[in-house]
DNA sequence: TCAGTATACGACCATTTCTGTCGGGATTTC
DNA sequence: GAAATCCCGACAGAAATGGTCGTATACTGA
């Protein structure tokens, strides 16, 4: 539980491999499939979500391939994930318009929800930038963002 | 993704259920699985997980069941969610000694570890006690812990 | 001591979600 | 036009999850 899913790990993954190449023009899935060791069909179908989603730029043909579509600093883990996993709620239900059966029993969702905000504002303050940063992150980061207040 | 299982979900709020009624004695797992329309086998199960991990006492024979081992404020969802459904990684590589087959090329498992803990840190800091305050829990629980900072 | 209430626990099945593959089609480059 | 590459829906296999059943065990109270 609580886990991410192999897709959303390797989209991040192959975001992070692209940022680290801002020198190719455009890379191509199977490019990035192999460095890792990953199914290239998979990863394909991965990528083409990101591009549909804004965060990649695809171009076919010859030497075509991804590239990213902003500066990595400007692209969020939260946005990869929400693009490959789809809107993210820790709860079951979604406290909004279509309610959980068990509403009005149950006051645990709202306490909940308050996580799972907190849970998307952790992964809204990475970017695919900071992941690329392997040696001392944490102190780069605690520069770049501040230090984030929970309102628990 | 990154979604709590409907088994800790029930966790939750059963234990949220007992830190509410804690003038009886015991409540039996019926008992809490009615108050929520939940299956109560399957209730039952997790209680008895809960117990074996020292987080209820249960008590069998008539006016048997289940109740806090301890008080609620020292109770954690950390705790909960860990009894439940085991250790939680955000990422399938443990990072650990059984580190992930990719591990070699990919770097991104270090800085998900740091959200993994800051997550935990978080889930760590909310006690069961803190759910069953509805009316205005930031405000409590912000007085209780203070501010979390976060060190990415 | 016996009947009734409860927990304990393993085996099992059903459903859903996730992972990965295939095949055909569309674009661009050379 | 051929090769490389993206695009995308369908689908099969695998794993996780949710839920049920049966049985054994423990406690209570009459
Ligand atoms: S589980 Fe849906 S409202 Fe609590
Ligand atoms: S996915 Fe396993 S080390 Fe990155």
Same mark, same amino acid.
């Given at each position: 539980?609580?886990?991410?899913?192999?897709?959303?790990?390797?989209?991040?993954?192959?975001?992070?491999?692209?940022?680290?190449? *801002?020198?190719? *023009?455009?890379?191509?899935?199977?490019?990035?499939a192999d460095a890792y060791g990953i199914p290239a069909q998979l990863l394909?179908?991965?990528?083409?979500?990101?591009?549909?989603?804004?965060?990649?730029?695809?171009?076919?043909?010859?030497?075509?391939?991804?590239?990213?579509?902003?500066?990595?600093?400007?692209?969020?883990?939260?946005?990869?994930?929400?693009?490959?996993?789809?809107?993210?709620?820790?709860?079951? =239900?979604?406290?909004?318009?279509?309610? =959980?059966?068990?509403?009005?029993? =149950?006051?645990?969702?709202? *306490?909940?929800?308050?996580?799972?905000?907190?849970?998307?504002?952790?992964?809204?303050?990475?970017?695919?930038?900071?992941?690329?940063?392997?040696?001392? *992150?944490?102190?780069?980061?605690?520069?770049?963002?501040?230090?984030?207040?929970?309102?628990?």
């Amino acid at each position: 539980m609580l886990k991410l899913t192999k897709k959303a790990d390797y989209g991040l993954m192959a975001l992070k491999y692209l940022a680290e190449h *801002p020198e190719t *023009p455009a890379l191509s899935a199977k490019d990035v499939a192999d460095a890792y060791g990953i199914p290239a069909q998979l990863l394909a179908k991965i990528l083409q979500l990101l591009t549909r989603n804004g965060l990649l730029r695809s171009h076919a043909g010859m030497n075509g391939g991804y590239a990213l579509a902003r500066d990595a600093r400007t692209i969020s883990a939260y946005e990869v994930i929400h693009a490959i996993d789809g809107p993210f709620f820790i709860t079951s =239900c979604t406290k909004g318009a279509k309610s =959980c059966e068990l509403t009005p029993s =149950c006051t645990i969702k709202e *306490p909940l929800a308050r996580v799972n905000d907190t849970i998307a504002g952790v992964l809204k303050s990475i970017s695919i930038q900071d992941l690329t940063e392997h040696e001392q *992150p944490a102190a780069r980061a605690r520069e770049a963002h501040g230090l984030v207040a929970l309102t628990l």
